[in-house]
Structures are given as C-alpha cells and as structure tokens.
Nanobody
Framework: QVQLVESGGGLVQAGGSLRLSCAAS????????MGWFRQAPGKEREFVVR????????YYADSVKGRFTISRDNAKNTVYLQMNSLKPEDTAVYYC???????????????WGQGTQVAVSS
C-alpha cells in the first residue's frame, strides 16, 4: 500500500514557475514508477510525465517537454515536478500516481494522490 500527498500548487502568472512535490508513505516507494497527470475542468485526465523507480528513465508528454522536469528522491520517498515557463493551458489539478509499469494510461497506475491545483493567469 502506498499513500501519496501532493503539495506546491498555487496561482502563478504566465511564464512563471512552480515546484510540485509528492510525498509517499510505504517502504516500497523506490520500487514504483511514478507519474504526474493533470485534469482541467471538463477534460479527461492527461498524462504529463513519468519516471522509473531508479530515476534513470523519464518520459514527457510533448506539451510539457523542455518546460517541466521530473525527479525523485527515494531516500525521502518524494517525487518532484519542476514546472517552468508556465502557460495558461497548464491550468489543472495535478495528481501524482504510483504504478508497477512504465505507462501513460491512468488506468495503469495503482495509487493516486488527492491532487493539487495549479492556476496560470495570462
């Protein structure tokens, strides 16, 4: 069992930056792939990025490539999402998720956090 808690969301102007954190409980955090997803009002949950258990492999959605960076610290049971050059279209609730496979479909992830709101003003 893994419990996930996101933090770091907020309101920022376009072009600004935010850093999201996802703290995990459980001794097996380091064995999970971790992903970030987002969901805007009226839209489906969208894959943003994932990272392998070791942190050695990452995969980004085209919409955030070059602007967002995922990292993890297994000693702290935490995964991070550094978001730079934010755009109004990045506005959404951001969720972290844990799973046992390298996947981009939400259905492939087993554990989810409660989400943190990110709002980008123009």
């Amino acid at each position: 069992q893994v419990q996930l808690v996101e933090s770091g969301g907020g309101l920022v102007q376009a072009g600004g930056s935010l850093r999201l954190s996802c703290a995990a409980s459980g001794r097996t955090f380091s064995t999970y792939y971790m992903g970030w997803f987002r969901q805007a009002p009226g839209k489906e949950r969208e894959f943003v990025v994932r990272i392998s258990w070791s942190g050695g492999s990452t995969y980004y959605a085209d919409s955030v490539k070059g602007r967002f960076t995922i990292s993890r610290d297994n000693a702290k049971n935490t995964v991070y999402l550094q978001m730079n050059s934010l755009k109004p279209e990045d506005t959404a609730v951001y969720y972290c998720a844990a799973g046992t496979r390298a996947a981009i479909r939400p259905q492939s992830y087993d554990y989810w956090g409660q989400g943190t709101q990110v709002a980008v003003s123009s």
